[in-house]
């Protein structure tokens, strides 16, 4: 299994990637060429930033750590010719599972990506590595630095240490700074075909051939959403609460309904992972400060404790706020599948398991108006980014399904 494996339709992102972690290679290991010169970093095809964009579901993160593993791969067959990133080795396997010493994966659970947590990284960054071949940073989330936060980053990368790489993810160039972007050798990734992802739903998960294909069908390529409705009942129920909102919205009572049912089911999300992460990490915080029998804290915790209880509210809204855009992210996909279908189309369906709720409303309905239901979902995408109350952004957008 090379470390490539789990990229999923991505065939010239992962060649100028095994190109660069090649070129990689010879920069540490001084590999000379055939005049007896060593490798100049100027004739690599390896840089100390790069920034993966696509779509979501595309594999951004996924390409990131596969080329952080090829990085720090030690496979002894590289001396023979083989090509950095077999899979196996200490600095493929490690890396891969997230224990690798030289290697931080840095994601969040928050709205964003402050300036504290983001002078750490830049003080890690000027480390050389500890035992590995480079010192590699993966921000999965870099879309969500705040202003602040990506001023700090930019001097690090304006001023990378010689053996760290920064590995950057983000939707698109437009969602990093441009001083940022500027300094990073960006790679595009696409969506991923819905048999690449079946394909590998079946291969790697090991799900059914006909629930791999409903499900990446469903998602439309988005790997990660495809293997969670494949996998997960309470997902695959949630998805069909938000495609019956079209035929629910025929007075304004079944409108504030359906909308407060959907804001209802982000909540229960945000709950869910509440209950799951909040009590251990509550419970691990009093024991690393010393709580006493009975839950007593120590003398001047009560900071800690707060920050703790701030963080983990945040986290909560930030799980609420993916879970709806998850859902309208659903419908919108019903919509396009009704527009398919009223100008006679022949893309295949998303949702051909509703055939049945397709028809009725795109037969009970025009293009045009299909059209503006799909453009008052986007705007109630905007307004959530605008931190619009969540239930009066869905609200209006219910009652604009109605009209069309």
């Not at 590595?129 to 010192?135: D, L, M, S």
């Not at 075909?193 to 090991?206: E, F, I, M, Y």
Request: hydrophobic share 45%; charged share 25%.
């Amino acid at each position: 299994m090379a470390v490539w494996d789990d990229l999923v339709g991505q065939a010239r992102v992962q060649a100028q990637l095994a190109d660069a972690a090649r070129d990689a290679d010879g920069l540490v290991t001084a590999v000379a060429d055939r005049s007896g010169a060593t490798l100049a970093p100027a004739a690599s095809r390896m840089t100390h930033a790069w920034l993966f964009t696509g779509p979501p579901g595309s594999g951004r993160s996924t390409a990131a750590r596969a080329f952080a593993a090829a990085l720090q791969c030690v496979s002894p067959d590289r001396a023979l010719g083989g090509e950095p990133g077999c899979g196996f080795c200490d600095g493929c396997h490690t890396t891969l599972v997230g224990t690798h010493a030289d290697v931080e994966i840095v994601r969040t659970d928050q709205l964003s990506i402050g300036v504290k947590d983001t002078r750490e990284l830049v003080r890690r960054a000027q480390l050389s590595p500890a035992g590995g071949r480079w010192q590699v940073i993966v921000l999965e989330d870099a879309d969500r630095l705040t202003e602040g936060a990506g001023n700090v980053l930019l001097k690090a990368i304006e001023e990378p240490a010689p053996r760290t790489v920064w590995l950057l993810c983000a939707p698109s160039l437009e969602d990093v700074l441009p001083t940022i972007r500027s300094r990073c050798r960006h790679l595009v990734l696409s969506t991923p075909s819905v048999d690449a992802v079946a394909d590998v739903l079946v291969r790697r998960d090991g799900i059914d051939p006909a629930t791999a294909a409903t499900a990446a069908r469903a998602t439309q390529g988005h790997i990660g959403r495809a293997r969670r409705l494949a996998t997960d009942e309470r997902a695959r129920a949630r998805r069909a609460v938000v495609l019956k909102v079209p035929l629910r919205v025929a007075d304004i009572g079944g409108c504030l309904k359906a909308a407060q049912e959907l804001v209802d089911a982000a909540g229960e999300d945000a709950k869910q992972v509440a209950e799951e992460m909040d009590v251990k990490e509550t419970d691990d915080l009093k024991a690393a400060l010393g709580a006493a029998a009975g839950g007593r804290m120590p003398r001047g915790t009560a900071g800690a404790m707060k920050e703790l209880a701030d963080r983990q509210k945040r986290r909560s809204t930030r799980t609420q706020r993916d879970s709806l855009d998850l859902a309208l992210s659903d419908l919108t996909g019903f919509y396009r599948d009704v527009l398919a279908l009223q100008l006679g189309s022949r893309v295949a369906l998303a949702n051909e398991d509703v055939r049945d709720s397709l028809d009725r409303v795109a037969q009970s309905s025009t293009p045009e108006r299909t059209l503006r239901r799909i453009e008052a979902i986007i705007a109630c995408r905007q307004a959530l980014d605008r931190n619009v109350a969540p239930l009066l952004a869905v609200e209006a957008m219910t009652v604009t399904l109605r009209a069309g």
